[in-house]
């Protein structure tokens, strides 16, 4: 993730024509845009916990902590944002295809190998440490655990 001196810099970098950075991983733009993506599912997830149909005969897991009204409100929540996840998804890969055709950058396959040729060295990514997948698994352990029990 990088900051708005970046994504400025990024941007006019990009405008000017100059491909010259070597980036491993997303650039500034693309960064924030996936973390957008993520913050989305996230919501959309949450949300679709809580969420009562129309008849409600099909409640999401937690419905049951939230009036009919509330729930059908969070529904119509649930497909806003649901929208703006497939608005983003587009966004995303209009990106990828605006790399492939104009700038002529392969991303797919740097995706799927692991392995990019830069034009120009970059700095190698640092492997998180261990401990932070443990913490992932357990508060996701965690929260799974609260909705099964409801």
Known sequence: MRGPRAI?????????GRTDRAVIGHNPLGGWSVMAMLAL??????????????????????AKFVSFDQGRAIAGWHAWVFNGLLALIGLHLAAIA????????????????????????AEPMTPAPLWR????????????????KG
């Open 41 to 62: 599912l996230a919501g959309e997830l949450t949300l679709g916990l809580f969420t009562v149909d129309v008849d409600g005969d099909q409640p999401g897991p937690l």
């Open 8 to 16: 400025v810099a990024y941007i006019g970098d990009l405008i000017r």
């Open 133 to 148: 997948l443990a913490a992932a698994l357990v508060v996701s352990a965690g929260v799974t655990w609260l909705i099964v």
């Open 98 to 121: 605006f790399y492939a055709v104009i700038k002529r950058d392969n991303l797919v396959g740097p995706m799927l190998t692991g392995a990019k040729s830069h034009a120009a060295p």
